[in-house]
């Protein structure tokens, strides 16, 4: 079943490790059917090497495995709560990306220093605050603290990224660690200077109206 859907959510979780994003097996990509409402997930514990499109697990909204041989993400919990509270998101993203988690690790969020964080993220990378792993509770504090952004840094963890699209949610975790990237080493080299509100919500409309092809696709 969701031949397609599985198919893409296995696409974007090997693009996990060919982005630089995880190690070992830490990581994981889900998306929804918004036809059925079922989440596609990665199994638990598989290195992703050995990941097939076939291995990705099918959920409920409620955590019932409806198809799969292996154990969901551990992590499919928080994922869920994600989809049951914010129905303009089919496609969430975890990782412990180095730069990003660099910044979970003492709690601070990205400011807005680059046009790319005004564009892609607002005003900021928000930090979320620690929750214990395994349960929903992650997944809750999510919801609470990201706002209207694509990316949170979850404090002494990593990084949840959400989109319209499992797709969308992958580039916004790409996005989100090539900006830390950049903002830890600007901290290295002097202090950097965060831009207005009003440069920020322009960049932001600017990069929404006028960036990439005339089509539409960005
Ligand atoms: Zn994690």
């Known amino acids: 079943m969701l031949e397609v859907l599985k198919n893409e959510v296995y696409k974007m979780n090997m693009e ?3 982005n630089g994003l995880v190690y070992w097996t830490s990581g994981n990509v889900s998306g929804r059917d918004v036809v059925s ?19 990705m697990v099918v959920v409920d909204l409620d955590g019932k ?10 992590d499919t919990a928080s994922h869920l709560y994600i989809y049951r509270h914010r129905p303009d998101v089919n496609g969430v993203v975890h990782t412990h990306s180095y ?10 969020p990205i400011p807005a220093c680059l046009t790319a964080v005004a564009e892609n993220f ?25 706002g ?17 699209s499992p797709e969308n949610a992958l580039k916004a ?3 989100a660690e090539g900006v830390s990237k950049t903002y830890l080493l600007s901290l290295l080299v002097g ?23 005339k089509t539409g696709s960005h």
């Open 122 to 146: 607002g005003k900021e990378i928000p930090i979320g605050a620690y929750a214990p792993i395994g349960g929903e509770a992650i997944g809750a504090e999510v919801v609470r603290s990201i």
């Open 16 to 18: 996990l490790p060919r």
């Open 173 to 175: 975790a790409v996005l």
């Open 99 to 108: 730069y990003a988690t660099a910044f979970a690790a003492v709690g601070k």
């Open 37 to 55: 409402n079922l989440i596609v997930i990665k199994p638990s514990g598989i290195k992703y090497e050995e990941l097939k499109p076939e291995d």
């Open 191 to 213: 202090d950097p200077e965060i831009l207005s509100d009003e440069d920020i919500l322009e960049h932001k409309n600017w990069y929404k109206t006028s960036y990439g092809q």
């Open 65 to 74: 495995v409806i198809e799969g041989d292996l154990e969901p993400s551990s």
């Open 148 to 164: 209207d952004c694509s990316a949170i840094i979850m404090k002494n963890h990593g990084v949840f990224t959400i989109g319209s």
